[in-house]
């Protein structure tokens, strides 16, 4: 058995799409129209096909669960936020967050409330740490990685 990807549901296909595409980035890798799959390895699917492929009602489909979601990372955070800054829809879980391991991020819903994170590469985070004067044992502490995955960092 092989997993194949996470597939989210979404009202409409093309508000998501722009959204995946326009905001983060994403490029599509194969468009089937009520099921859109991306090369970040997630696909999106149009909720009322969706619900009637499971054989539910389609307003048995749990909006804003919060439950999962979908994580990325963006090597320059900062242009990030900065571009979610003029995008003038984006609603905020949290702003930018700085986690207990040193990695900054923020989470966001998607236009369907699916929880959408976007995060710094944690081999920024130890080059961070590592040029504002910790050692590479420090590093290592309080990034929770192992000393050799700092070492590869430098």
Known sequence: MKFICPLIVVRDVGVSRAFYEGVL??????????????????AIHLRSHFASLICVDEGDITV????????????????????????????????LVEQ?????????YDP??????????????ARRFLASGLSIEETARRTLMPEEFVRQCI
């Not at 599509?28 to 799959?37: I, T, Y």
């Not at 369907?112 to 985070?125: A, F, K, T």
């Open 25 to 42: 980035g994403q490029s599509v890798g194969h468009d089937l129209g009520e099921n859109v799959a991306f090369e970040g390895g997630f």
């Open 64 to 95: 804003r669960s919060k439950n999962a979601e979908l994580y990325f990372e963006e090597d320059d955070l900062d242009a990030f936020l900065e571009r979610l800054n003029h995008t003038g829809s984006i609603e905020y879980v949290h702003g």
């Open 100 to 108: 207990p391991w040193g990695q900054r991020a923020v989470r966001l």
């Open 112 to 125: 369907d409330g699916h929880i959408v994170e976007v995060g710094e590469p944690m081999e920024n985070v």
